[in-house]
């Protein structure tokens, strides 16, 4: 028939089994995960467990049985292209002709066979009466088994790059077989369905198979949510489907009320154009608008009304029951109240109602369970969804949780809010395990995880698709901030503000001796342009010696950067990087995408409501939101890694002035300011030589005399590298002073001289503390 009606090719039946253009296959019933007829106390899963345990168990047996051994001959003299073989050896699964050849035995089947069923010609096997029952019985246990007749037809390329290889027998498919109405082929003798074949995998070799049914049933194990997963998206795509036939109804109104007011009116050929007044219309349209807007209204006011509203449906009295086990036992064969629908009203009519922030973590108006806080919900988890399974506890979703990328979008669009994140030390503490990465586990605890003033807030930065060094799997990778906790923000709450920058960038430059701000048309002009914007009341000189200063200037530095360069240059890079590191992996983190959310993620016990007499606990599950408006994670890790790095230096250079500098008080105070020496030709002739000036001291001690340093850094951070002598002002150059103390963060808080009388035995003690927690940690 197929070649007939031109689907196949004409050629020999031979030739398209040989070419694998035409494939038979035997298929299995479907294997249902619900509608199975449950034995009492029996669930759905125990069912379909059952039903496919016994198919590996029949999988195992045949893998070395007779039916196996004779298809693994027929394949290879397929393989072999003997036609007259694979003839023959068909012949054996023709259970026409077995039952035939068995007809002529009568009482001879009862005697021992003479042949190896798994080896003997399909003649030998079929004369021999004993062997012919018993392999009879064998190709009946097949076709028990695997009761229908299928085929596959790939053209001729595919036939021949990716047909099943030898001993590649089984394809395993989910969802339904039937893929179209039944029909037959133009004057066709049989009837046929178009079989789906979305979402099989294969083809497998028996003992992969086994192994695969047995994945299955643990990937489907209730507790992994998989089926309740499943069964939630099912039930949200036919209340999307629902929704979009209301609102393509509501879509085609317009036109259907002018056909309505005015009769057939013809629209072909002509094309809409926009109105000239927004809201105007005249004529019969003007009734036809009218009329549209009070259907409308309608909608409007029905999609408010049922928002808030339970809608149920009285399906019949229950007839007096007074033995308490047959209460249970009807108790048992009932399910649950499921409110997804009554919760998506909302959403479906969103259209109408203009109602906004419905998706989960939008809508973040609900006060926190921690001071200065807000939550947002995400979904909600059930006990025993979809049905319990052993004595496992375990919760699993009830109203869809977004894709975490999605969800991760949505949390980034707060940008004046910081959500609040357990650490992996926290979520081991309260075994709050992400457990996505074994998806055959359990997923979710049955239990409250609340929020903490201990948590940390953080911003979402950005994220990126690479694969994970474990699976090497492509994923979402997401970068985030770390900010303060709330806890922090009451006890030191100056450390968790926005930093106020006294020497702002872009262009910029803070004199900090006198605190004027220097800006400039360049960075040449910037001290003059100072200068003149302060109302100088007389415009300095124009000097002249470009060149001659020029050359001074790069002699004198690029002779200290290289002097710099020698004592330590190679040494101090490689430390400085150790320290950007530890400080960038101290203030951000890369978390994967679904790892993040459910860090982000707390729950808390719902009140029973006596809704059905399961009473099987729901849990809230939410995300908490602190506000940090101001928060910028980048500018702030420059400035600390910036003068972190300053400071450093300057405590290095510090040592040039003794040990009792950092042994003899509290703490130390260190003082740099640039200096210059004028040369001048004429009145239009000038330059400038710049050098840098230090001293430290213990405080409370007097304060030694200034030294010149040669440092590079210290040059810099004076202003030698950064002024311009084109107009010629004292005050050109910067300095500063700096102050080292010790203590813990609440006493550094809360004082201005911390809580030691040594600076060093302090900072040792401090080090050695830190240390220990960080093992601890």
Request: glycine share 6%; proline share 3%.
């Amino acid at each position: 028939e197929e070649m007939s009606t031109n689907q196949l090719f004409e050629q020999s039946v031979w030739e398209h089994y040989q070419d694998s253009t035409f494939v038979p296959l035997r298929c299995s019933r479907n294997v249902n995960v619900y509608g199975n007829q449950l034995e009492e106390g029996q669930t759905n899963y125990e069912a379909f467990a059952a039903e496919i345990e016994s198919l590996v168990k029949w999988f195992e047996t045949e893998e070395t049985g007779a039916v196996e051994k004779r298809l693994e001959h027929l394949e290879k003299a397929r393989l072999k292209k003997k036609q007259d073989v694979v003839e023959s050896l068909t012949g054996a699964f023709d259970l026409d002709k077995v039952k035939a050849a068995m007809s002529k035995c009568g009482q001879k089947s009862s005697g021992q066979m003479t042949v190896n069923a798994y080896d003997a010609p399909t003649d030998d096997l079929l004369a021999d009466c004993a062997a012919a029952k018993w392999w009879s019985e064998k190709l009946e246990d097949w076709k028990l088994a695997l009761p229908f007749v299928s085929f596959m037809s790939p053209d001729n390329k595919t036939g021949k790059e990716h047909a099943p290889k030898k001993k590649e027998e089984l394809l395993v498919c989910f969802g339904k077989r039937v893929a179209s109405d039944l029909h037959r082929r133009e004057n066709g003798g049989h009837l046929m369905t178009d079989q789906s074949a979305v979402g099989c995998h294969g083809f497998w070799e028996l003992p992969d198979a086994r192994k695969m049914l047995n994945r299955i049933l643990q990937l489907w194990r209730p507790p992994t949510c998989q089926l309740a997963a499943m069964e939630l998206e099912m039930k949200m795509k036919i209340l999307e489907i629902m929704t979009d036939m209301n609102n393509n109804l509501f879509d085609a109104l317009p036109a259907m009320l002018v056909e309505e007011m005015n009769g057939d009116v013809d629209f072909d050929g002509l094309s809409l154009k926009a109105a000239g007044s927004v809201g105007v219309a005249k004529g019969i349209f003007s009734s036809i608008a009218e009329a549209f807007s009070s259907v409308k209204g309608k909608y409007e006011r029905l999609g408010n009304f049922l928002g808030n509203t339970v809608v149920k449906w009285v399906v019949c009295p229950l007839k007096p029951v007074t033995e308490e086990d047959d209460l249970q036992k009807l108790d048992d064969a009932l399910g649950v109240e499921d409110g997804l629908a009554r919760d998506y009203i909302k959403t479906a009519y969103s259209k109408f109602t203009g109602a906004k922030d419905l998706l989960p973590g939008e809508d973040c108006g609900e006060q926190g369970l921690v001071a200065g806080t807000s939550q947002c919900q995400l979904g909600i988890m059930q006990e025993d969804m979809p049905e319990p399974y052993e004595q496992e506890d375990f919760l699993c979703p009830v109203r869809p949780l977004l894709p975490a990328k999605k969800q991760i979008k949505i949390f980034r669009k707060k940008a004046k809010t910081c959500m609040l994140r357990m650490n992996a030390g926290q979520m081991s503490e309260a075994k709050w395990f992400y457990r996505g990465l074994t998806p055959t586990r359990k997923q979710y605890e049955v239990m409250e995880n609340p929020p903490t003033e201990e948590l940390r807030a953080v911003k979402i930065m950005k994220s990126r698709s690479r694969p994970d060094h474990k699976f090497n799997i492509w994923r979402n990778f997401v970068t985030v901030a770390y900010g303060c906790s709330q806890k922090e923000k009451e006890l030191t709450p100056n450390f968790c503000k926005k930093p106020t920058v006294v020497n702002p960038r872009k262009g910029k430059l803070r004199n900090l001796l006198t605190g004027v701000v220097l800006a400039g048309k360049a960075v040449g002009d910037v001290a003059g342009a100072a200068a003149e914007a302060a109302d100088a009341k007389e415009k300095t000189a124009r000097n002249a010696a470009r060149s001659k200063r020029l050359g001074t200037w790069w002699h004198s530095k690029m002779k200290s950067l290289e002097k710099g360069i020698k004592a330590g240059w190679s040494e101090w890079v490689g430390r400085a990087n150790t320290r950007y590191s530890h400080l960038r992996q101290k203030l951000f983190e890369e978390v994967e995408a679904n790892e993040l959310v459910h860090s982000l993620s707390y729950q808390k016990a719902l009140r029973l409501t006596g809704a059905d007499n399961k009473r099987r606990q729901q849990y809230q599950r939410f995300a908490v939101t602190v506000p940090c408006d101001g928060f910028d994670p980048e500018q702030e890790f420059d400035l600390k890694y910036t003068w972190m790095e300053k400071s450093l230096t300057l405590a290095k250079k510090a040592l040039k002035f003794g040990a009792e500098t950092f042994t003899g008080g509290a703490g130390l105070s260190i003082e740099v300011r640039g200096a210059s020496v004028l040369h001048m030709k004429d009145a239009k002739n000038a330059w400038m030589k710049y050098s840098a000036y230090v001293r430290a001291g213990a405080i409370g001690k007097e304060m030694p005399e200034f030294i010149r340093t040669e440092n590079a850094f210290l040059e810099d951070m004076s202003g030698a590298f950064s002024v311009t002598d084109q107009y010629l002002k004292a005050d050109d150059l910067n300095g500063f002073s700096a102050t080292f103390v010790c203590g813990t963060r609440q006493e550094m808080h809360d004082s201005d001289v911390g809580s030691s009388t040594n600076f060093a035995d302090c900072v040792k003690k401090g080090a050695e503390e830190n240390a220990a927690r960080l093992e601890k940690s």
